[in-house]
């Protein structure tokens, strides 16, 4: 049986709003920020003060959506842990910064190692690295952010419905339903083939001084059963799919969207933000900002 997200039903101005508005606004948001090449400054943007912007309207949408620390903590343990381990890569480094501005000037503030043997990595920190990991950690928590609300606010039975109007093929549309409740039913899965291992004596961290080797290892009694069951429920579900006719012709869906002004707002919001942001690439705008206290 397929899982869902932790879906909370509540009537609030986000639950409101057609999942396609919301869907369009999220893939505005994220081009908008993410993939708009410029001149010499980067794809996206990377100007902290812009970024600040479209952080502001992600967290809005948390906040308007009620939803609290406790139901996504999870969640944001797991996107921070990321982006500040991928960030002080760049930071020590310097590597995936090329492109957001000009390495050979920049404004060391410290150098306790100029290079590492044969690897040739410089660990210093500069001004414009300190900016960059800024940008960066904003910039996935926006994307975070921006995410995070579509699983908690969109009722799963909606899935199906919001991609197939939003001019996929039925076969498409329901493709990304069920890969919306893979990662669920996987969780799922992962809990009970654990649980059933270890009524039979199993014990991932077993004995003391286990080193990272051997405890990679003992996943093996885990991700073997995982991995066939995964399998075999896709085959179930595709033969249920055939067996009910899927594909032969258009697909009726039982549950029916209407755009209201709320959701033309939305959609408009995103399509002006993209336009925005597209005007400041064009002029120049939206590379890596240092803030003047750096290079003073």
């Not at 794809?43 to 600040?52: E, F, K, N, S």
């Not at 994307?143 to 995070?148: D, E, G, K, N, Y």
């Not at 890596?288 to 206290?293: D, I, M, S």
Request: glycine content about 10%.
């Amino acid at each position: 049986m397929l899982v869902n997200w932790a879906y909370i039903k509540r009537d609030t101005l986000i639950h409101r709003l057609d999942p396609r508005s919301r869907i369009i606004f999220m893939l505005c948001a994220l081009l908008a920020v993410g993939f708009i090449p410029g001149r010499g400054t980067g794809i996206g943007i990377w100007d902290a003060r812009i970024i600040l912007v479209f952080l502001a309207l992600s967290f809005l949408q948390i906040f308007l959506a009620r939803l609290t620390w406790r139901q996504t903590r999870r969640f944001w343990i797991v996107i921070t842990v990321v982006a500040v381990v991928l960030s002080l890569v760049t930071l020590f480094t310097g590597r995936g910064a090329a492109g957001t501005y000009d390495v050979t000037a920049e404004h060391i503030l410290w150098s306790p190692v100029t290079g590492i043997g044969w690897l040739d990595v410089a660990l210093r920190i500069s001004a414009e690295r300190l900016s960059y990991l800024i940008a960066q950690i904003m910039r996935v928590m926006t994307f975070a952010a921006l995410s995070v609300t579509i699983p908690y606010t969109i009722d799963p039975a909606l899935y199906g419905i919001s991609f197939r109007r939003l001019g996929l093929g039925d076969k498409l549309a329901y493709a990304m339903d069920l890969a919306f409740r893979f990662i669920p039913s996987l969780g799922r899965d992962f809990q009970t083939t654990m649980d059933a291992q270890r009524a039979r004596g199993f014990e991932l961290d077993a004995g003391e001084g286990t080193n990272i080797i051997q405890r990679v290892r003992n996943f093996a009694p885990l991700l073997i059963p995982l991995t066939v069951g995964a399998l075999m429920g896709a085959e179930e579900i595709t033969d249920a799919m055939d067996l009910r006719a899927f594909g032969v012709g258009p697909r009726t869906w039982l549950p029916q969207l209407k755009y209201h002004a709320g959701d033309w707002a939305v959609i408009g919001l995103g399509v002006l933000l993209v336009a925005a942001t597209i005007v400041l690439k064009r002029a120049g705008y939206g590379g890596l900002w240092v803030p003047a206290f750096l290079l003073n």
